[in-house]
């Protein structure tokens, strides 16, 4: 299971960019109506959390795109922006905290190597605040900012983070 979260983790912007391009055509295509993609991304939202910005959404896609050709500055702008935007990353952000599948440290197996907080980008923007397995600080993966890219579960090199249920 934690090779396949690796190829998939490492695989992503391919899938995000299948997804998210399928989604547009089909959106313009067949007229789907933006509700129903709403829909979709709430119903995604309750079982993974926010995955549908970095995963699914065409979107997200061209937002990932301008983020690789920005400075480091620019990208907790981007962020910001991106949830200012859309009702889809609002509510699935939301349900980080109630989804079913959590990204959840093992306490006991980790090493305090410090490998996941490196890999995420909620750590990068406020190191003194968030960390995945620091014990007085807060977990990004609840937080509503994290858009699930699973980096942090992928890189942990004994298998102390997982996402599961
Ligand atoms: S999935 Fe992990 S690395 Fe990615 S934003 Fe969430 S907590 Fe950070
Ligand atoms: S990468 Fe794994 S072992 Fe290292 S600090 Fe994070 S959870 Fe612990």
Request: with cysteine; charged share 15%.
């Amino acid at each position: 299971m934690r090779k396949l979260l690796k190829i998939l983790v490492d695989k992503r912007i391919i899938i995000l960019s299948l997804l998210g391009v399928s989604l547009y055509i089909a959106i313009s295509q067949f007229h789907i109506s933006l509700w129903y993609v709403l829909l979709a991304g709430v119903l995604l939202g309750v079982v993974f959390g926010k995955v549908f910005c970095r995963w699914v959404c065409p979107m997200g896609l061209i937002m990932e795109m301008l983020m690789s050709l920005s400075p480091d500055g620019k990208i907790r702008q981007m962020y910001q922006y991106h949830k200012l935007g859309c009702p889809i990353a609002w509510i699935s952000g939301w349900l980080n905290r109630y989804s079913l599948f959590k990204i959840k440290l093992n306490t006991d197996s980790c090493k305090n190597c410090g490998i996941c907080d490196k890999k995420c980008y909620i750590v990068a923007m406020e190191p003194q605040k968030f960390s995945l397995y620091k014990p007085s600080q807060i977990r990004p993966g609840d937080s509503y900012t994290c858009s699930k890219c699973l980096q942090c579960v992928a890189a942990c090199p004994n298998g102390s983070l997982t996402y599961k249920i």
